[in-house]
């Protein structure tokens, strides 16, 4: 007998194929509500059977966060995880929506820290545990998360500025001189290469780095510069 009991019927099975297919070219498309039309029909038909591969979920709670719909898109996300418990883009996907909607942040940590587990490698998903780690006052677990990056990938990847400047604030917080030296190098040469610094944050890390790396001069040119961008606000 071809299939078991809770099996969907092989015409269901057929029809959800072509609409996922219309769904994710909706979405790739950028036609967000059409997509989500596709999705929550799929969703309907094919009720809690478990037939609907992980990237659906994925998708549609992607679509749905595009939507800023973020409540909704974290119960399909949730359902996914039912049938896909181990989706590295589920838990990545959830854990976008709670930074949306800026909700518990250690169901946040779990959910981003459970996707790089499961092999999501996104240097914004590892910043993400990070920089959580950081507001949840557990600065040392979240430089050890940035350092392994920096270790693995910072070769290949092109940094993210956030993840830069946190990981040189962190750094510059933790580390003595000589375990410093080769990380506030390359965090300077990164954020300086970029251009000059938008935040204050960033500008501040930068002046403390030139100053421990020994050069005052910049480090008083930057002070001054921090000073002024104070002063107009």
Same mark, same amino acid.
């Given at each position: 007998m071809a299939?078991?009991? $809770?099996?969907?019927?092989?015409?269901?099975v057929e029809m959800n194929s072509s609409l996922l297919k219309k769904a994710d070219a909706a979405f790739a498309a950028g036609q967000k509500e059409r997509a989500w039309e596709f999705y929550s029909k799929i969703l309907h038909d094919s009720g809690s059977d478990g037939s609907l591969p992980e990237n659906f979920y994925a998708n549609a709670g992607a679509c749905l966060r595009r939507l800023g719909r973020q409540a909704e898109a974290i119960e399909v996300l949730k359902k996914g995880l +039912?049938?896909?418990p181990n989706s590295p883009a589920?838990? $990545? $996907?959830?854990? $976008?929506n709670y930074a949306d909607e800026q909700q518990d942040? @250690?169901?946040?940590?779990g959910h981003s820290l459970a996707s790089q587990l499961l092999?999501? +490698?996104?240097?914004?998903?590892?910043?993400?545990?990070?920089? !959580?780690l950081w507001q949840l006052h557990f600065p040392l677990s979240a430089y050890q998360l940035l350092?392994? @990056? @920096?270790? !693995?990938?910072a070769a290949n990847d092109s940094p993210d500025l956030n993840l830069v400047s946190l990981?040189? +604030?962190?750094?510059?917080t933790l580390l003595d001189e000589d375990e410093l030296e080769p990380i506030s190098s390359w965090c300077l040469s990164k954020l300086q290469t970029a251009g000059a610094p938008e935040s204050i944050p960033q500008k501040l890390a930068i002046m403390v780095a030139m100053a421990r790396k020994g050069e005052v001069e910049k480090a008083l040119e930057l002070h001054r510069a921090v000073g002024a961008l104070v002063d107009s606000h």
């Amino acid at each position: 007998m071809a299939g078991g009991i $809770n099996s969907p019927p092989p015409f269901l099975v057929e029809m959800n194929s072509s609409l996922l297919k219309k769904a994710d070219a909706a979405f790739a498309a950028g036609q967000k509500e059409r997509a989500w039309e596709f999705y929550s029909k799929i969703l309907h038909d094919s009720g809690s059977d478990g037939s609907l591969p992980e990237n659906f979920y994925a998708n549609a709670g992607a679509c749905l966060r595009r939507l800023g719909r973020q409540a909704e898109a974290i119960e399909v996300l949730k359902k996914g995880l +039912e049938h896909h418990p181990n989706s590295p883009a589920i838990h $990545n $996907n959830i854990a $976008n929506n709670y930074a949306d909607e800026q909700q518990d942040k @250690w169901l946040l940590l779990g959910h981003s820290l459970a996707s790089q587990l499961l092999g999501q +490698e996104k240097q914004s998903t590892t910043y993400m545990s990070a920089y !959580v780690l950081w507001q949840l006052h557990f600065p040392l677990s979240a430089y050890q998360l940035l350092h392994q @990056w @920096w270790s !693995v990938r910072a070769a290949n990847d092109s940094p993210d500025l956030n993840l830069v400047s946190l990981l040189l +604030e962190l750094a510059l917080t933790l580390l003595d001189e000589d375990e410093l030296e080769p990380i506030s190098s390359w965090c300077l040469s990164k954020l300086q290469t970029a251009g000059a610094p938008e935040s204050i944050p960033q500008k501040l890390a930068i002046m403390v780095a030139m100053a421990r790396k020994g050069e005052v001069e910049k480090a008083l040119e930057l002070h001054r510069a921090v000073g002024a961008l104070v002063d107009s606000h």
